[in-house]
């Protein structure tokens, strides 16, 4: 099974920008993606990308805000997030999972998880 370690978690002002990674311990050839969850709320899917980068997905609360890429030499997942606001606040987790991104939702369930990194948005 892949690991997956995030980094690039932070503090920052609303309307900041942070770029947060995923290195995976192995080439991935799966939908990778990022969810995220905040203090006394349940799992909120984020983004997800094919292992060729061609199709994403995003959730409706960050698009336009964020994007997604991936280095698949470097194994490595990252998603750039701009115009970030308070509501931002919350442990982002990394995943890959075989199912494309438009099946990626708040109720899925990736087989690989990361430990996640925490960012902080303050206003």
């Known amino acids: 099974q892949v690991q997956l370690v995030e980094s690039g978690g932070g503090l920052v002002q609303a309307g900041g920008s942070l770029r947060l990674s995923c290195a995976a311990s192995?080439?991935?050839?799966?939908?990778m993606g990022w969810f995220r969850q905040a203090p006394g709320k349940e799992r909120e899917f984020v983004a997800a990308?094919?292992?060729?980068?061609?199709?994403?997905n995003y959730g409706d609360s960050v698009k336009g805000r964020f994007a997604l890429s991936r280095d698949n030499a470097k194994t490595t997942l990252y998603l750039q997030m701009n115009s970030l606001k308070p509501e931002d606040t919350a442990v982002y987790y990394c995943?890959?999972?075989?199912?494309?991104?438009?099946?990626?939702?708040?109720?899925?369930?990736?087989?690989?998880w990361g430990q996640g990194t925490q960012v902080t948005v303050s206003s």
């Open positions: 995943a890959v999972d075989p199912r494309p991104p438009a099946n990626w939702s708040n109720r899925s369930n990736p087989i690989s």
């Open positions: 192995s080439i991935t050839p799966y939908t």
């Open positions: 990308i094919t292992y060729s980068g061609g199709v994403t």
